[in-house]
């Protein structure tokens, strides 16, 4: 276990043990729905998890790719709002307030399992919410009005 500070949260990690079990896991939850919705969120998924949120999941052994779970929300036609989680082993050593980026995603975490991956049934898991990721449609097929 390490420790881990992010802004003003303190974590004890598990990142080797966190790294296994995402290997374990082929595809995420946004790959794994198949929705329309999903799919446009995993072509502009690289782009999302850049700088410091990427440095973030990397220090937690995180895999960006495969997420427990997407929602969308449509704000206009060509502006849609992202939500997701992830999970990773440890536990909160000290809480904090939730972390705005300069992308504005709203970063909390919590001490849930909604959704965790089958692999991590058994650890203390910590849930990480990415909240308030705006992004254009970048798919041909529209989606349903």
């Known amino acids: 276990m390490i420790k881990v500070t992010f802004y003003d949260w303190i974590f004890e990690c598990d990142v080797e043990a966190t790294r296994e079990a995402y290997k374990k896991e082929t595809i995420g939850g946004s790959e794994g729905c198949g929705c329309i919705y999903c799919q446009n969120f995993v072509v502009l998924r690289d782009k999302v998890f850049q700088g410091e949120i990427l440095e973030l999941l990397e220090s937690l052994g995180v895999d ?42 709203k970063i909390d975490f919590f001490e849930k399992t909604d959704l965790r991956f089958d692999v991590f049934e058994s650890k203390n898991l910590i849930q990480l919410e990415i909240q308030d ?12 009005e």
């Open 64 to 105: 960006y790719r495969k997420d427990a779970e997407t929602y969308e929300v449509t704000l206009e036609k060509n502006k849609h709002l992202y939500g997701l989680w992830f999970h990773f082993i440890g536990k909160i050593i000290k809480k904090g307030n939730s972390v705005i980026l300069n992308n504005n995603l």
């Open 133 to 144: 990721i705006i992004l254009p449609w970048v798919l041909e097929e529209l989606p349903p």
